[in-house]
């Protein structure tokens, strides 16, 4: 076998995948909590260890990202430079987010090439690969620690081009970032904002409240009992929910209309809470997410749902510009829906 190893170090968890080149499957996965603490390459070794237990795995090509990054990475771009600094640093402030590129005026080559790097796009180039395996649009909404994350891939509509519209009224492929949506460091966020989008039942913020700083004190918290899990699977369900809900606005990409999820033909689920969940369970909380549509907003009227089980869209991302065929054959083998 000619095997890679692909790897996220994310906020809570660093994830493994070691990929088959030739046959575009899985030879081995695994995950271990990400070492903030200390060193980071001592939680990726650990799970490339773990990963690779077996195999004989020697001289092989890693391929690693990271979906934390430190927290939000924001880039403002503006007209004047200190104004732009000042401006993006009360945005920051109050997002939870770090400034780490400032740009004013016309952005040169050199600009756009820092730009790309202060963007983690590993998991849409895997949602882009997806897209045009499967011939139509999608979205993957993926609920972290720290962040809940959501992809869209759309066909652009015609009807919305030409004279006097405004031609980028949906974008091809998007991302938006959550940073008070988390089940772990963020999670007193996900509470918050489940009740000011009014998704809350009677007497629930208190108990759900308690439970999320409970979370936030202590990030590498392990749901072991019913009771544990059922909060966790809660908090996923409204990051989820609140997170679609945004994307489907467009404030956060500067999209007047937001983004028309309507034909989105399939629902792509991802993080640990759904990964490690039953099929029964993980589809409950996609299901409610679905099943969403009291604001009004444009969501999928008849998507499929599957859970990125085995964390496969981080790795046909990393894999996509060198190995296109494997990382289309490992999303084909590995995102079934049933």
Known sequence: ??????????????????????????????????TVGTDVLHGLDAAV????????????????????GGGLRLAVIGYEPLVTAQAGRRVGLSAGAHVVQVAAGRLDAADLTALRAATPDAVLTGVEVLADTLGGDLAVVDVGGATTDVYSVLTPDERATGPGRED???????????????????????????????????????????????????????????????????????????????????????????????DVRM????????????????????TAVLADHAGGWALPRAAAAVVDADYVLAAAGLLAEEHRGTAQALLRQHLRTH
């Open 267 to 286: 629902l792509v689920g991802s993080g640990g809470v759904l990964r490690h969940s039953s099929a029964d369970v993980s589809g409950q909380v996609l």
């Open 168 to 262: 980028a009224g949906s974008l091809g492929r998007a991302r938006t970032v959550e940073g008070d949506l988390g089940l772990r460091r963020s999670a007193p966020g996900v509470v918050r904002a489940a009740a000011e989008e009014r998704l809350l039942t009677a007497g629930e913020a208190d108990d759900l409240g308690a439970a999320a700083a409970r979370r936030a004190a202590d990030p590498a918290l392990l749901a072991v009992d019913d009771v544990e899990r059922a909060v966790d699977r809660r908090l996923a369900t409204l990051a989820a929910t609140v997170a679609l809900r945004r994307h489907a606005r467009g404030a956060a990409t500067g999209e007047r209309a937001g983004r028309d999820l309507r």
């Open 49 to 68: 260890a773990a990963a690779t237990a077996g195999l004989g795995v020697r001289d092989v090509p890693w391929y690693v990202c990271s979906s934390a």
């Open 1 to 34: 076998m000619t095997l890679a190893v692909c790897a996220d170090v994310g906020s809570t968890y660093t994830k493994v995948a070691v990929v088959d080149l030739a046959a575009g499957v899985l030879a081995g996965a695994a995950s271990a909590p990400t």
